[in-house]
């Protein structure tokens, strides 16, 4: 009986140290398998990051393409052609007859000052003539401050200027931010007949075009703003 004991012990003993190599292979293969699984979500969050960074760089360019979009437009949206810093002429200087003063008026356009003088034949009626007119900064200004674009507009007698809204050599002030006041004068005569001078004055030069319109026949000048 003690033998059959004792042999089963060592038996015991025997299966027991033959089994603890398989063990020990087991704990380390989950290990193994642990740190696998953190490497990979190690791995896993650092391309997440990478994926982030690579988004947010796409995103701050995407911002700076539409800021210079932006900017490129807003260079673009300059005044359209015609509108000059120097002198611009138009009409004949040999009239065909003496025009009438009829109106000055001006008005704000957003982007845009214009002033307008409409002209009459001098019994009333409707003309298709142009009277010679330029426009330029005025090289003698009648302000101190500032500048002034100066219209001229040839074969208008002193006695048929009917203007309600302006008086010779008497300023009116716009309300306007960058176009002031509008003057009118006659003075400078050319072959006897004095020239009507409308002058507007602006904070600083500023691009303008001269052009005309008929029925009736009006002198426009735009000054971009």
Sequence with gaps: MKRTVSMSVILLLLLLFWMTPFVGCGGKEAEKKEEGAVEEEAVTEEEAEAEETAAGREAEEGAETDEDAEADEDAEAGP????LYERQEIGSKTPLEYLQLVDVRWSDHGDYFRLVAELKRLDGSDTTQVPWCFADYSDDPTIEYGTEIQLYMRG??????????????????????????????????????????????????????LSYA????????????
């Design 214 to 225: 008929t029925a009736p026949m009006r002198i426009i000048l735009d000054i971009w703003k």
């Design 80 to 83: 359209p052609p015609g509108y």
């Design 156 to 209: 208008i007698r002193r006695e048929d200027v009917h203007v309600a809204s302006l008086r010779a050599g008497t300023g009116v002030l716009t309300g306007d931010a960058v176009c002031l006041q509008v003057l009118m004068t006659m003075h400078g005569s050319v072959d006897g007949v004095e020239p009507v001078n409308l002058f507007v004055t602006t904070r600083t030069k500023r691009p303008f075009r």
